[in-house]
Each structure stands twice: as structure tokens, then as C-alpha cells.
């Protein structure tokens, strides 16, 4: 079952701040960010493995609410680095990561 | 070394090729994955390799037939293409067991695949 993020795109100012919302009609045994540049392979940013956990990476953070089949990713004081298209991805097991459609975050100077 | 390489980069192909896409790694992980990305979409799961052995096929067309030969190594045999499985094939790696909820996936550069 894909996940559903929100917004699909966001378009920033550099130093400001954004939420994205990834959210499943299905448990979310675990939640997975990644974010992928124009022309460039998905790159991992952080696993949430419990209900309630936070984690952070550099600026950005995320929070998992198991209750709610939600996770939301915090992009903190937006740098020009952090443009690209952030995917959440829930993990099932057998190893099974299934990614939501995406949002596409531009940060402009 | 933390790569994930995978080779073409670009593959061009008629309906009637025979082609291979390759991937390899030399982290130690024992799972590999070949997920399909067209543009503006997330990547979508095709297979899973766990301990050499496909633990996950999502309903792949028989065209598609990859290969794990050893831990390092995956690939993906192509045959009689459709023009619509023109796509980004990008093959991943993690050091996560099945049935594990961890795992952090290495994601190669993809193969760009044009069928005409």
C-alpha cells in the first residue's frame, strides 16, 4: 500500500521552514525519508523505527505518530541544498519498501 | 566503500534486443533490489534479492528476469521490451534481513532505458 505525502510541492525561501506529511490507511511498521535530486539516485536520510520516535539530519527532523499511521518531515531553516523531491517509504517486512508519490520542494535564494 | 554502481548508464534497445542491466556492491550488504522510476514518479519495487535468493517478485512481466549471481552482483536480463517500460532502473543494496524493519537502502545512479 503506497503512502500518501502532502503537500506534492512546496516552494521556500531560503530560512524558511516547511512540513511534509507522509500518512497510510495501512500500519507503517516502520517510516523511511529519502530525498532525490534532478538526475540523481534517492539518498537515505533517516529510518523512524517507533511510534513517537524523532530523529534528526542536520536541520531537518522527523516525528512518527503510530497511532495515527503518520510521519511528518521538518525541513528547519531551508538551505538551497535541501530542492528535491523528499519520498517517505514504509517498510514491510521481506524487506519491502514501498514509497509515497513525493514532494517536490524548491528553495529559493 | 559505500557504492552502489551499476552500469549502463544509458541503454538504448528495440523491442526485438536482448540486454542486460548490471549492478554491484561491495559493502557486505545481503539484499538487493531493482525498483523502476519513471519521471515525476517514485521509485516502484520489482524484485528482491535476500541472501541470493528472490525473496520478492511485485508482479513483473516475464520480459523483466534478474539474476543474482553472487552476494555482490544483480542483474537484469531484458527481453522483448515494451516501449513503455522505457524508465530509470535503479538498483539499490541494504545491509537489513528479511523480515527485519531496518535498513537503510544504497541506491545506485540508475540505468536510463529507452525502448523504441
Known amino acids: 500500500q503506497q503512502p500518501v505525502q502532502s503537500p506534492q510541492a512546496v516552494i521556500l525561501r531560503e530560512g524558511e521552514d516547511a512540513v511534509i506529511n507522509c500518512s497510510s490507511s495501512?500500519?507503517?511498521?516502520?517510516v523511511h525519508w529519502y530525498r532525490q535530486k534532478h538526475g540523481e539516485a534517492p539518498v537515505f536520510l533517516m529510518i523512524?523505527?517507533?511510534?513517537?520516535e524523532q530523529k534528526g539530519h542536520e536541520k531537518i527532523s522527523a516525528s512518527f505518530n503510530e497511532k495515527k499511521q503518520q510521519s511528518s518531515l521538518y525541513l528547519t531553516a531551508s538551505q538551497l541544498s535541501y530542492s528535491g523531491t523528499y519520498f517517505c517509504?514504509?517498510?514491510?517486512?521481506?524487506?519491502?519498501?514501498?514509497f509515497g508519490g513525493g514532494t517536490r520542494v524548491l528553495v529559493k535564494p | 566503500d559505500t557504492e552502489v554502481t551499476q552500469t549502463p548508464k544509458h541503454l538504448v534497445m528495440g523491442m526485438t534486443n536482448k540486454k542486460s542491466l548490471k549492478c554491484e556492491q561491495h559493502?557486505?550488504?545481503?539484499?538487493m533490489y531493482w525498483y523502476k522510476q519513471k519521471a515525476k514518479k517514485p521509485p516502484e519495487l520489482m524484485f528482491v534479492?535476500?541472501?541470493?535468493?528472490?525473496?520478492i517478485n511485485e508482479s513483473v512481466p516475464s520480459r523483466f528476469s534478474p539474476e543474482c549471481p553472487n552476494s555482490s552482483l544483480l542483474n537484469l536480463h531484458l527481453h522483448a521490451l515494451q516501449p513503455e517500460d522505457s524508465a530509470l532502473y535503479l538498483c539499490?543494496?541494504?545491509?537489513?534481513?528479511?523480515?527485519?524493519?531496518?535498513?537503510?537502502?544504497?541506491f545506485g545512479e540508475g540505468s536510463r532505458l529507452t525502448v523504441l
Open positions: 539499490a543494496s541494504s545491509q537489513g534481513l528479511a523480515g527485519m524493519n531496518t535498513g537503510e537502502l544504497f
Open positions: 495501512k500500519a507503517l511498521y516502520s
Open positions: 523512524l523505527l517507533k511510534g513517537g
Open positions: 517509504g514504509n517498510k514491510a517486512a521481506g524487506n519491502k519498501l514501498t
Open positions: 559493502m557486505g550488504h545481503r539484499a
Open positions: 534479492y535476500s541472501y541470493e535468493k528472490l525473496s
